[in-house]
């Protein structure tokens, strides 16, 4: 069963330090809850994204129209749709990785923790700092595994400690044990989905408020995904985390939120068509499109 | 149709046709690659062939002696190595670093409204012909350094490459300079073209990072680039030690090893370029060509050590684009 | 070691996740340091930009006080007067007669790289080594081997041994030029004309050559403007010519050409030859100038036709 509450713990397993504990392991089944009861419970967080009417323009062309809906504080909000919906396009316009696209603009908002991210005046290196991103091919520098999850915190100043943080990032990315004997080495020696968990551990070594994460497992086979998957579980107690996936399966067994983007049939514009938890876009998703989705009739 | 007879011959005959045409391609193309190569190794042979009067007479002490005097029969090329060593070495140390600050501006700095009209411009350096660049040389940049020189010299003066300056202008300065002019927009095109090869994902990677530009640059894209700025470096030596014409104008043609830039000096493609013309015995001819021969040589060199060192980087494409311009 | 995910009572995040979005920590000395670096590569950028504003303008201002339409029409006259239409000419031949030389050799290379001899094969990397080296080969040696392989068996230098060795220095541009091109022809119009039995190489002169002709056209043009500003091997196999008159016989004779009238100038000590050779000079860059941003219009409009 998963606890979502502080409890104290006298029944002889590793004391709790801190005020949440996880539990890893098999996915548990989740409390059968009506609907509106697992939607209280959500909106009960605080809001990490407020996005209000975004559109997103590509010069003349519109790739996203009219979006709005919040993202809750601590969960994994999952955001699917078929291909070509505008789903990259949205979660790297939460971190302005869009900018230096030619023609790029948006209208609308995106506030983060109630600051508007496009506001002039918005350092855009400090946005990426609070909000980070793994994308879909791993991307590891060409250095070594330590150099590679230290070296952003060394440009940020945090040469303290160093070694103790790449390892505590290392171990939260599930990468330790594989790597410990070969930090030296070149992070172009591992498997995908071994350089797409360095990749996450890159990312958390800075401690980021929000984890960005476009399609991680795609590019892996099923193996490093459920490892990926597993890490979902694990990291939401610490980060707020947005995952762009295609695979509706991952979807159900990871997020507890899902969005479904979809493209409008008249313009071929992307545009959500249906925010809601988990289970409820699953079973009983209240578009005829999100059913037709989910079922697979298409997409 | 006709007879079966006829259609067989019709057939024949195309095919025939088609035979003898693809035929006569390859032979063609075959011939003009062959030529090519030959090319090539009749150049080598055939430098070798003119030289060896000199080589036999002096051997490898050509290299090691220093009296160029024509009218003993003496020839000796070691101040000319120096003097094309010490003025290509000095472009390259100013024109190495600017070319790839310019090249990181025009690969990742300029908007691409700004870098259309930069970038095109940066390249156009590369099109003035040598003769026009030594020839403003002796006539715009020689007296001006007449001024500039004094000055340089009571500053620096404490360092010996620095030392007391020519009334005239004329110096290995001078020839430094315009050799700088002349490789700066090869380095700078090579190195950005370079830069644009770096893959799009891992710049994504470290600006997700919280990294701001310069960061970005001095952690990913010069790292992982610098067997291809070696051997772009190495490329545009190899363009400085061969340039003949804008040096021979303004170096003043001088045999002697001076520690002071600011003093006359030589090179070898200079030498021939300001004495083939008026050589006058065979020996003389021969000389030139055996140092002809070295700079033969010393381009092969930098050519193959730019291959080797620039992996997949394809360098010397885009050194032809550069020069060729 | 806090274990996954916690966060201990005595660890606080690195940053308020509320505060606004301005530089926290250490971002902003890091900003400065960044915009420092990018205003250095701004300022090496104009600097040489406004090296090459000092070249064009000084030679321009240098050689207006000559420039009309006489002196690109009428031959030289005496030391000093006159035009240079003669040495306009006599570039041009020399430059022409080397194209003529090295395009077809050149294309004819190219299209054995890419129809022949892939580029893994031995015959191709052959090729590319060769035409790299070629290319490395400084142009005064290029001078040397033309004047033992021609002006010594002929005993007088002629405009036919510049002719030969500028195309040498044209070969491997042109020859690289058409390989690239070559390359970019769609694998598919080759297939589909082999799947309808079509004849190497009618689909060769038939298809492949036109669809890169643009490209090749436009290698052409760099590597003549190039051609057209060599010294070095003319200096040393085409130096002496009658500088009054036109011959455009490149065999047999010298032919004046403008490279030369600039380098003899500088021998000269008379003002007045200076201001010939900056109006010379003036006019070679203008016309080197002109081939290149011809070339540039051709690609950008072929990129515009394939839509890229």
Redesign the interface.
């Known amino acids: 069963m998963t606890i979502l509450y502080p409890v104290s713990d006298d029944s002889g397993q590793e004391p709790v ?6 539990q890893t392991g098999p996915v548990p089944q989740p409390i059968p809850r009506s609907a509106d009861d697992r939607a209280a419970l959500h909106e009960l967080r605080a809001v990490v994204f407020d996005i209000r009417d975004l559109s997103v323009y590509y010069g003349e062309k519109r790739a996203l129209t009219g979006t709005t809906f919040p993202i809750y504080r601590n969960l994994v909000t999952a955001v699917i749709g078929p291909s070509g919906c505008g789903k990259s396009t949205f979660i790297r316009t939460l ?1 302005r ?1 869009n900018d230096a696209i ?1 023609g790029f603009r948006i209208e609308g908002q995106v506030l ?4 508007d ?1 496009y ?1 002039t ?3 855009r ?6 909000i ?2 793994v ?1 879909q ?1 791993p ?5 070594s595994i330590y150099d590679n999850v230290a ?2 915190p060394r ?4 040469r303290s400690g160093l070694a ?1 943080r790449v ?2 990032a290392l ?2 990315a599930a990468l330790w044990d594989e790597v410990k004997d070969r930090l030296r080495d070149s992070a172009l020696s591992l498997s995908g989905g071994q350089q797409q968990r360095l ?1 996450i551990a ?2 958390i070594a ?4 929000v984890l960005l994460l476009d399609e991680p497992a795609s590019a892996l086979d099923p193996v490093a995904t459920a490892s990926i998957e597993e890490l979902m579980h ?5 980060y707020t985390i947005v995952i762009v996936t295609h695979n509706m399966q991952q979807a159900a067994r990871v997020a507890d939120r899902t969005a479904f983007f979809s493209l409008d049939r008249a313009d071929q514009v992307g545009t959500l068509i249906e925010y809601a938890d988990t289970e409820t876009i699953f079973r009983s998703p209240r578009d005829t499109r999100t059913r037709a989705y989910v079922t697979g009739q298409f997409g | 149709m006709g007879s079966p007879l006829a259609f067989a011959g019709a057939r024949g005959g195309a095919r025939a046709t088609r035979q003898l045409g693809d035929r006569l391609l390859f032979g063609l193309c075959a011939l003009a690659a062959l030529i090519v190569v030959a090319t090539l190794g009749y150049l080598a042979y055939q430098m070798i062939d003119s030289a060896s009067p000199a080589i036999s007479r002096f051997g490898l002490g050509f290299l090691t002696h220093s009296t160029w005097a024509p009218e003993f029969g003496k020839f000796g090329v070691l101040d000319l190595i120096y003097g094309t060593v010490v003025s290509s070495l000095f472009a390259l140390v100013i024109a190495g670093p600017l070319g790839i600050a310019i090249a990181l501006y025009l690969s990742m700095i300029a908007s691409p409204k700004v870098r259309a009209v930069i970038g095109p411009l940066v390249e156009m350096l590369a099109a003035i012909p040598s003769i026009i660049l030594g020839f403003w040389g002796v006539l715009v940049l020689a007296p001006f350094l007449v001024h500039l020189e004094p000055g340089l010299h009571s500053v620096l003066g404490f360092i010996p490459l620095f030392g007391a300056p020519q009334p005239i202008g004329i110096s290995m300065f001078a020839a430094g300079i315009v050799l700088t002019i002349m490789i700066l927009p090869i380095v700078s095109a090579l190195c950005r073209d370079l830069f644009l090869t770096v893959p799009e994902d891992l710049k994504d990677g470290a600006a997700a990072l919280g990294a701001t530009r310069w960061e970005v640059i001095r952690g990913v894209v010069l790292p992982s680039t610098v067997s291809g700025i070696s051997a772009a470096m190495v490329l545009a030596l190899g363009r400085a030690l061969g340039e003949a014409i804008a040096v021979s104008l303004v170096i003043g043609d001088v045999t002697a090893k001076h520690i002071s830039i600011f003093q006359p000096s030589e090179t070898l493609a200079g030498r021939i370029a300001n004495q083939f013309p008026g050589a006058n015995t065979s020996l003389f001819v021969a000389a030139l060509f055996y140092a002809g021969l070295v700079l033969l040589v010393i381009g092969l060199i930098t050519s193959l050590a730019a291959r080797a060192i620039a992996g997949r980087f394809d360098v010397q494409r885009s050194y032809a684009r550069a020069v060729a311009q | 070691m806090s274990s996954v995910g916690e966060l201990t009572a005595d660890e606080t995040p690195l940053f308020d996740p509320m505060a606004p979005l301005t530089a926290t920590g250490n971002l902003r000395r890091r900003m400065a340091v960044s915009r420092v670096s990018e205003s250095g590569s701004t300022v090496c950028a104009l600097a040489a930009v406004a090296v090459l504003l000092i070249l064009v303008i000084g030679i321009a201002i240098r050689g207006a006080s000559v420039l009309s339409i006489g002196f690109i029409t009428q031959n030289q006259s005496g030391l000093t007067g006159g035009g240079i239409a003669n040495y306009l000419l006599g570039t041009f031949v020399i430059v022409v007669f080397g194209a003529v030389i090295a395009v077809p050799i050149g294309v004819l290379t190219g299209l054995y790289m890419t129809e022949f001899a892939g580029p893994r094969s031995l015959t191709g990397r052959t090729l590319k080594l060769v035409l790299d080296l070629l290319q490395g080969v400084p142009t005064i040696v290029v001078g040397l081997f033309v004047y033992g392989l021609i002006v010594l068996a002929e005993h007088k230098e002629t405009g036919f041994a510049a002719s030969v060795a500028l195309a040498i220095v044209m070969l491997p541009l042109v020859a690289r030029a058409s390989q690239e091109v070559l390359l970019l022809v769609p694998g598919s119009l080759r297939e589909a004309a082999d799947a309808l039995g079509v004849a190497r190489w009618r689909t060769v002169v038939g298809v492949i050559l036109p669809n890169a002709a643009g490209g090749i056209v436009t290698g052409v043009i760099l590597a003549t403007a190039r051609a057209a500003g060599e010294t070095a091997p003319v200096l040393l196999v085409n130096s002496l010519f009658d500088p009054y008159s036109t011959q455009l016989n490149i065999f047999g004779h010298g032919v004046p050409t403008v490279p030369m009238l600039i380098l003899n100038t500088t021998d000269l000590a008379l003002p007045d030859a200076f201001n010939r050779a900056w109006g010379a000079a003036f006019v070679l860059l203008v016309l080197i100038l002109f081939a290149n941003i011809l070339a540039r219009v051709i690609v950008a409009r072929s990129r515009r036709r394939m839509g890229l």
């Open positions: 330090r801190g005020r949440i504990r996880i971190n990785m030619p983060y923790n109630g600051h991210v506001d005046g918005v350092n290196v400090e946005v990426r700092r609070r980070g991103m994308f091919k991307n590891p520098f060409p250095k070296w952003a440009n940020l100043g945090l103790e390892e505590r171990r939260s990749c890159r990312a800075v401690e980021p408020d694990t990291l939401k107690a610490r």
